[in-house]
């Protein structure tokens, strides 16, 4: 029973002091520690009472009484405290003293100004507040009586000489700073010490002189010393200067010191404190203020102490978002924060922001968390990409913006790694298909079939052999050159996952279609890939050993994330001898035709959102427009944009009614059924529907189709050598000009506005 009243209330007490994490701070010693229960770290002052003299234990009295009375946003914050017969404990917010932080600052390359400017600016805030508000004398204002916070923001602390400004009414005096510490006397102002009223508050304003000397120059060896100036910036030297003056009367009012500093030019007129000055006041701002300031901030974030962003700025935007509708501006300063956070603190801080982000329906939201995506989907589990924000996304895919549905393709990119069977082979598939053979932009059509070419070896190989051929092939008819370009380059970087039956009676065919092409681009792209083929099929047939090598990945699982396919040389450069000896010899350079077919898809997709730009440019100057609210004036441009005219005019001149899904096309837009657009046709059906077309084309005079050949008799073999190749049927495109090639003893010319062979 007597054990319980005898309970030491230290082993009681909520806070642990961290081992070996102490600091002498006056007549303190500072301990880094931290809440039992929650973790949360603080700072802990002990004062020993056994270990120092009756005028220090008074002085730690009186301090400990002080930290519990003032509260103000640039003084210690007291946060609990224990009192003993043998010590005291006084718990604060987590901070380090001044001089210990500056000294890691100058190892890293010195504190920059603008965290000096607003750090001193808050030392002297904390000095008004105490002068003219509170009406106290500080007594002992110096670095060592400053303290910083995780965010680099400086508190005032060492209270153990405050008193009352007209006397203590109680009739108890303090011992002053240089009676305990004789060191302290060259702190002292040089008027009376004993005057009081105006010369009173003089003497702590020439103590803070005496700080500002100390932060740029280190430790006062003498009071003589404040005459050089040293390291003080140019633009706080005449403000200084009145602080140190002989006359107490000349020296100004910390506020009004503060005001002089803040004139345009000052050494506290910068954005760094104007930023925080408007942080402390965001919530009592005007919403047009608040997005104003978002907008800048980012511009000024790189400039800004990397503590601060972390521990100050973020907090304030997630509040912004959180519950100030701050919406798709504060996105920007968010993703360049977030760089400045560990893995987990970003899963635990942003992660939730941007979940919940995703279920905005602002459209300005929606596309810059898609423009910004490569920032944070590291971050993202699969669970949650899946669930939580893949449901969201696909509704770019149906958005009557057509900036919000390229972004939407583009982000598959990334996305495409996590997403599960269902997602990505299913569902993504379905709406690839549509926007394929339906969009009426020709650099959103090419810019889903780059997509899928460089998501493929994320998908289950049932999906590819069902998908890549038709999805490729269809590619080869679009109106729009980049999209055919993208299909034979599709074919290429695919090329692993075809047997070498599927490349001789399907690739083959198609992309001997575009040998002929109106645009030469198309045209040099189907010649390299065809003899990438043609030397597979060739290297098959010299030695049949290496089919199963060849056809190894034809039926290979999905990859996982961060896993590459390896693409073999051939597939675009395959007419190479260099790389012909590389097939024939069984290796492949992975590594350097991987990076080639990276580079080249990664082009294509520049090259389209070019595209995009221009046609966005044609009737508005040029400048950020995600942040206005008209989309609808953005969809009426691309709806009347001249390409969108010249493409869509005519497209069964193209040959476009040779498949049924671009048939639609004329119908209307709209979302169609799985049937409609899916990729799983039969390719015989597809043979069928351009052999029907070619048959009612007229034949050049002379000319027989292959198949009327008698190809096993040797007369059949002469007559073809006479008149198989003399000419060839290209169907007329009266929709593209185009410049035309004509054969002469083996030479092009440039003759006309259709391609014909005489």
């Avoid at 506290?268 to 203020?289: G, R």
């Avoid at 599927?502 to 575009?514: D, F, H, K, S, V």
Wanted: glycine share 6%; net charge negative.
């Amino acid at each position: 029973m007597w054990s319980f009243f005898a309970r030491d209330p230290v082993k009681d007490f909520a806070y642990e002091i961290l081992p070996d994490t102490q600091e002498k701070s006056g007549i303190w010693t500072l301990h880094r520690g931290k809440r039992k229960t929650s973790g949360e770290p603080v700072s802990v002052f002990v004062y020993e009472v056994a270990q120092g003299t009756e005028q220090q234990t008074q002085l730690a009295k009186a301090a400990f009484k002080r930290m519990k009375t003032l509260r103000h946003p640039n003084i210690l914050a007291y946060v609990d405290g224990l009192e003993t017969e043998k010590s005291l404990y006084l718990v604060t917010e987590q901070v380090t003293p001044l001089a210990v932080h500056l000294k890691a600052q100058a190892d890293r390359g010195g504190a920059g100004e603008l965290e000096v400017s607003w750090g001193l600016h808050q030392i002297v805030k904390a000095l008004s507040f105490l002068i003219n508000d509170c009406h106290l004398l500080h007594n002992n204002l110096g670095v060592w009586a400053v303290f910083v916070d995780r965010a680099g923001e400086w508190k005032l602390g060492g209270l153990e000489h405050v008193v009352p400004e007209q006397g203590d009414p109680s009739g108890v005096s303090l011992p002053a700073p240089k009676t305990v510490y004789p060191d302290m006397e060259k702190y002292d102002p040089p008027e009376t010490p004993n005057s009081g009223g105006e010369k009173c508050r003089a003497g702590e304003v020439w103590r803070l002189g005496c700080l500002i000397w100390e932060v740029f120059n280190g430790p006062l060896p003498r009071t003589s010393s404040l005459r050089s100036l040293g390291k003080i910036p140019k633009a706080l030297i005449p403000n200084y200067c009145e602080l140190v003056g002989a006359n107490p009367r000349a020296r100004p009012n910390p506020a009004r010191f503060l005001q002089n500093c803040r004139n345009p030019g000052g050494f506290l007129s910068n954005s760094f404190v104007d930023s925080n000055l408007f942080l402390e006041e965001i919530q009592i701002k005007e919403p047009a203020e608040k997005q104003q300031f978002f907008q800048d901030l980012s511009d000024n974030l790189d400039s800004f102490p990397e503590d601060f962003c972390k521990h100050k700025v973020l907090p304030q935007l997630l509040t912004a978002f959180e519950f100030g509708n701050a919406g798709a501006v504060v996105l920007t300063p968010l993703f360049k924060v977030g760089k400045f956070l560990s893995a987990e603190e970003y899963q635990q801080k942003i992660i939730p922001v941007i979940v919940k982000m995703f279920s905005s329906t602002d459209r300005a939201m929606r596309i810059r968390l898609l423009q910004q995506m490569e920032q944070f989907i590291q971050y993202l589990n699969e669970a949650a990409v899946n669930s939580q924000i893949f449901p969201h996304v696909v509704h770019g895919f149906t958005d009557t913006n057509p900036a919000i549905r390229e972004q939407t393709v583009k982000s598959m990119l990334l996305m495409a790694p996590k997403l599960n069977e269902t997602n990505l082979n299913q569902e993504l598939m379905r709406h690839f298909a549509r926007l394929q053979a339906r969009d009426e932009q020709g650099p959103i059509r090419c810019n889903t079939t780059v997509c899928l070419g460089k998501i493929a070896s994320y998908l289950n190989a049932g999906t590819r052999q069902r998908v890549l051929i038709s999805a490729f092939s269809r590619a080869t008819k679009d109106p729009f050159p980049a999209s055919r370009s993208a299909g034979v380059l599709g074919f290429a970087a695919t090329h692993n996952y075809y047997s070498v039956t599927e490349i001789a009676a399907r690739i083959l065919p198609t992309l001997c279609t575009i040998t002929v092409d109106p645009d030469k681009s198309v045209r040099d792209q189907a010649f390299k890939a065809i003899k990438s083929f043609l030397s597979k099929l060739e290297t098959v047939s010299e030695d049949p050993t290496k089919l199963a090598d060849i056809e190894k990945d034809v039926a290979s699982s999905a990859q996982p994330a961060g896993a590459s396919s390896s693409w073999a040389g051939w597939a675009v450069t395959g007419m190479s001898s260099l790389t012909s000896k590389l097939i024939r010899n069984g290796s492949r350079p992975a590594n350097a035709t991987k990076i080639f077919f990276d580079n080249l898809l990664d082009l294509l997709f520049e090259t389209l959102s070019i595209a995009l730009e221009e046609m966005e440019n044609e009737d508005e100057p040029v400048g950020d427009r995600w942040d206005d609210e008209d989309w609808g004036s953005l969809e009426a441009r691309f709806h009347h944009s001249s390409l969108n005219k010249n493409q869509s005019s005519d497209w069964s001149s193209s040959g476009w009614d040779a498949d049924d899904s671009w048939s639609n096309e004329k119908e209307g837009q709209g979302q169609s059924s799985a049937g409609e657009d899916g990729w799983g046709n039969d390719w015989a059906e597809e043979e069928a529907d351009t052999t029907s077309f070619n048959k009612t084309l007229p034949l050049p005079e002379g000319v027989r189709l292959t198949s009327e050949y008698n190809w096993d008799s040797s007369a059949a073999k002469g007559a073809s050598q006479n008149d198989l190749f003399a000419s060839v049927s290209q169907r007329n495109t009266a929709s593209t000009a185009v410049s035309t090639v004509r054969m002469e003893g083996g030479k092009k010319t440039n003759v006309g506005d259709s391609f014909r062979v005489d």
